[in-house]
C-alpha cells in the first residue's frame, strides 16, 4: 500500500509539472493536455497502467506490459503477422501461423492471459489509466469477415504440398 501510494505521489507530482510547462501551449480540453502527458511518459519510459477484458467471460486483468509497449502490440501485430507469412522458408511455422488465420485482436500471451483459459477466446478491449478511456482491442490494419476469409485465403497460397519432406508435419510424434 505504501508503494503505491509513493507511486501516486510521484506520478501527481510528475503531472503538475507537465501542467506547469504546458501551460503557456493553451491546450483546449483535457484529450489534449492527457495526449501530451502520455507521449512524455512514453518517452522516458514511465509505466502507465493498462488493463483488459477477455471475451466471452468479460473479466478485466491488469496488463503485464505498460501502455506504450501494448499500444506498439496493437500497431505492429498485424503486419508483423502477415509479413512472417510472407517471408519464412519454414513450411512447419507457416502452417502454425496459417492454423488460426490473420489475428484481429492483440494478443499476448504472458502481457494479457486471457482470465479462463478453457473458455476465453481473445481480449476484446482495452483500458488506458492514463485516460480512464476505454478502447478496441483490435488491431491496426486487421480484417473482418469476408476480407478476412480472402486474405487468408491468399496467405495459404504460400503452402507447399509438393516436395514436403519427411517430419514436415507438426502432430507427427518422434518414435
Known amino acids: ?3 503505491a501510494r509513493r507511486y501516486e505521489a510521484i506520478f501527481c507530482a510528475y503531472l503538475m509539472i ?3 510547462l504546458c501551460a503557456p501551449l493553451q491546450f483546449y480540453n483535457v484529450y489534449d493536455l492527457l495526449t501530451v502527458v502520455y507521449s512524455k511518459n512514453c518517452r522516458r519510459n514511465i509505466a502507465i497502467t493498462v488493463e483488459f477484458q477477455s471475451y466471452p467471460s468479460m473479466k478485466w486483468q491488469p ?3 505498460e501502455l506504450c509497449v501494448v499500444q506498439q502490440l496493437i500497431d505492429t501485430q498485424f503486419q508483423q503477422y502477415v509479413d512472417r507469412v510472407k517471408k519464412t522458408d519454414c513450411q512447419a511455422e507457416l502452417r502454425r501461423l496459417l492454423a488460426s488465420g490473420p489475428p484481429i485482436y492483440v494478443s ?3 502481457a494479457l492471459p486471457l482470465a479462463e483459459e478453457e473458455t476465453d477466446t481473445h481480449v476484446c478491449k482495452l483500458w488506458f489509466a492514463v485516460d480512464g ?3 478496441t482491442a483490435k488491431l491496426t490494419g486487421a480484417v473482418e469477415g469476408e476480407e478476412r476469409e480472402k486474405l487468408w485465403t491468399e496467405l495459404k497460397e504460400f503452402i507447399i504440398v509438393e516436395g514436403k519432406e519427411e517430419g514436415d ?4 510424434k518422434k518414435k
Open 169 to 172: 508435419e507438426d502432430d507427427e
Open 133 to 135: 478511456q476505454e478502447r
Open 18 to 20: 507537465v501542467l506547469i
Open 1 to 3: 500500500m505504501v508503494c
Open 63 to 65: 496488463a503485464q506490459f
Open 108 to 110: 499476448d500471451k504472458v
